[in-house]
């Protein structure tokens, strides 16, 4: 489960990177793509309730924290349940 949030959130990561850059390597832009469709979904949430301030896009810095706290709160949960 950690590792799965892991690789979620590297993913938002890349994304976000990969907006400030030109990528003219076509199995990079698929790789890129994908990963588009996988976050876009979880970070419309937030541009929807967050809008940019002078034109910086915060809402992944707060896409983020929430997953955080989700895989903190999930792991802890299923430690309770297990033990």
């Keep these: 489960l950690y590792t ?3 690789i ?5 990561v890349v ?3 990969s907006s400030w850059i ?7 832009r698929n790789i890129l793509e ?3 469709k996988i976050v876009e979904p979880y970070l419309s949430v ?6 940019p301030i002078s034109g910086v896009d915060l809402s992944p810095i707060i896409a983020l924290f929430v997953l955080n706290l989700v ?3 999930a792991i802890s949960t299923l430690g309770l349940i297990l033990i």
């Design 4 to 6: 799965l949030f892991r």
């Design 8 to 12: 979620y959130s590297v993913c938002i």
């Design 15 to 17: 994304w976000c990177l």
């Design 22 to 28: 030109t990528v003219s390597n076509d199995s990079v």
């Design 34 to 36: 994908a990963i588009g």
């Design 46 to 51: 937030f541009r929807r309730a967050i809008p």
């Design 71 to 73: 895989e903190r709160l």
